[in-house]
């Protein structure tokens, strides 16, 4: 009876500090991804910028944004402590987002405010991530699922604010869109601060001890410094690629030091990870798709009026068809938590190498959809039925690559080093978000005439499907050689 007691009690620490992290990253993705669902369209719109150039700042402008948690992970492990570095990380975001709204009146802030938000991107996102990983250490069956309602739960915030940003944009303008984004990260701090007793065990060993003012100094000047080269950066667009390309050396670099200078032990379970995180980086080349061509697919050549048998049910401008991710991946999210349980109770636990295939595979499916509806287009608009559908299997696609992404860290890489890698996927997902606008600008038009009707996005959404198509053959085959490292790893 007290081991079953000890059990419940530490089933419901575990619960308790996991939905405080829940919650701070639930606003934290109110905040990004409601700046996001309308930063592409401020530039298009407000700004008059070619489709071209605003498909590549917003690349740049995620590799940025998931370059820096590289650094940020590994000040969480060894400086900050990951609690200390997620919390500075919203702050950093919350403020960003504010010299947005400032930013639609002087636009020269723009730059100043992406600079901001991508440096708190890169103190929040590793270090969240990995008091996830640390709560459910040692139970892999758990972890997965941990991950998975992660995904779903953060998904609330991003749904609301998608929804919320471009309606407030059409009626009231940008500058309250943004502002908006920062005052809901705010309310996520002041939940996070009532709650944050739930959070004291948890973290890595510099939270445990105190900050001395030596180190605090020299990590503030080294934000602003942060800051001002990233502002530089994100106004040259030649600059902002080379950095790219730069970032996606350096991370192969990283991967062979970590792998030489570890032990025999653990070398499977890198052999695993990075695999593993290629295949999930690629997937990021299509998600970026939602970001920027998909988007400018929805204003150009989309109908915002779903309708039924005639019957008009609600309308979605371009923006808020983002919306329909989130959406479907909260949908689905409580049902493959379960059955991930499911299966790991009957010792039938489906390796996340298949996962990865099964989720590549509905990639594949969601850009055929699309290129059949830009088809069904030609020069006129496309029923929103199309989008629907296309978006329900990139939703689960997503949940099977990634949202799993960061559960491969926390599965195969020691815990030492987990904040430091997963800062590293991070960085990976930001370069393939980057390759994937300029793949979205195979559909962009001259400045002068930017792509207009659906059949202008045929053949982008062609090649995508048959990209996706090939990738899945490819990982289908080597499922062998993961299956023997995955057995390695659990024999080491």
Same mark, same amino acid.
């Given at each position: 009876m007290p081991s079953e007691l000890s059990s419940v009690s530490s089933r419901s620490t575990r619960s308790s500090s996991f939905a405080v992290v829940v919650a701070i990253e639930l606003w934290e993705r109110f905040g990004y991804y409601g700046m996001q669902a309308v930063l592409l369209l401020f530039m298009v719109r407000q700004l008059g910028m070619a489709d071209a150039r605003a498909n590549l700042l917003m690349g740049a402008f995620a590799a940025m944004a998931y370059a820096l948690?590289?650094?940020? +992970?590994?000040?969480?492990?060894?400086?900050?402590?990951?609690?200390?570095?997620?919390?500075?990380?919203?702050?950093?975001?919350?403020?960003?987002?504010?010299?947005?709204? %400032?930013a639609t009146v002087h636009v020269g802030l723009m730059t100043v405010a992406m600079a901001l938000i991508a440096t708190g991107n890169g103190f929040f996102k590793p270090n969240a991530a990995n008091l996830v990983r640390r709560i459910y250490e040692g139970d892999?069956?758990?972890?997965?699922?941990?991950?998975?309602?992660? #995904?779903?739960?953060?998904? !609330? $915030?991003?749904t609301a604010s998608i929804l919320l940003t471009p309606l407030l944009q059409d009626h009231f303008g940008p500058a309250v869109s943004f502002a908006t984004c920062s005052a809901g990260l705010l309310f996520g701090l002041c939940v996070y601060t009532a709650l944050r007793g739930r959070l004291r065990h948890v973290g890595s060993a510099p939270d445990f001890a105190p900050l001395a003012a030596g180190p605090v100094a020299s990590l503030l000047l080294g934000i602003v410094a942060a800051i001002a080269g990233l502002h530089l950066i994100l106004d040259r667009p030649v600059l902002?690629?080379?950095?790219?390309?730069? /970032?996606?050396?350096?991370v192969l670099v990283m991967w062979t030091l970590i792998y030489r200078r570890a032990a025999p032990a653990q070398r499977p379970g890198l052999r695993m990870a990075y695999m593993l995180s290629i295949q999930g980086m690629l997937y990021f080349v299509f998600y970026q798709q939602m970001a920027t061509s998909l988007t400018l697919f929805a204003l150009r050549a989309v109908r915002g009026d779903v309708t039924l048998g005639g019957v008009t049910l609600f309308h979605m401008s371009a923006g808020q068809f983002q919306a329909l991710n989130p959406i479907w991946i909260m949908?689905?999210?409580?049902?493959?938590?379960?059955?991930?349980?499911?299966?790991?109770?009957? +010792?039938?636990?489906?390796?996340? /190498?298949?996962?990865?295939? !099964? $989720?590549?595979?509905? %990639?594949?499916?969601?850009f055929v959809i699309w290129w059949l509806g830009a088809l069904s287009g030609g020069t006129g608009l496309v029923s929103p039925w199309f989008m629907i559908a296309a978006y329900g299997a990139l939703?689960?696609?997503?949940l099977l690559v990634g949202g799993l992404g960061l559960a491969v860290i926390a599965r195969y890489v020691p815990a030492a080093m987990g904040g430091f890698m997963m800062g590293s996927y991070l960085l990976s997902m930001g370069v393939a978000m980057y390759v994937g606008s300029m793949v979205a600008n195979l559909a962009a038009g001259a400045p002068?005439?930017? /792509?207009?009707?659906?059949?202008? #996005?045929?053949g982008l959404f062609l090649t995508l499907a048959i990209a996706a198509g090939v990738i899945t053959v490819l990982f289908a085959a080597l499922l062998p050689l993961t299956r023997r490292w995955d057995h390695e790893h659990v024999g080491a």
């Open positions: 948690p590289v650094v940020g +992970g590994w000040l969480g492990d060894r400086v900050l402590g990951s609690r200390r570095a997620m919390l500075l990380g919203a702050t950093c975001m919350m403020g960003g987002y504010a010299t947005l709204a %400032v892999d069956a758990a972890l997965d699922s941990a991950f998975t309602l992660y #995904y779903m739960a953060v998904n !609330v $915030g991003s902002a690629r080379d950095c790219v390309w730069l /970032a996606a050396l350096a949908g689905a999210s409580p049902i493959l938590a379960f059955l991930y349980r499911r299966f790991a109770r009957q +010792g039938r636990d489906l390796p996340i /190498a298949r996962k990865f295939v !099964v $989720g590549y595979s509905l %990639v594949t499916l969601a939703a689960v696609g997503e002068a005439q930017p /792509a207009a009707g659906a059949a202008a #996005y045929a």
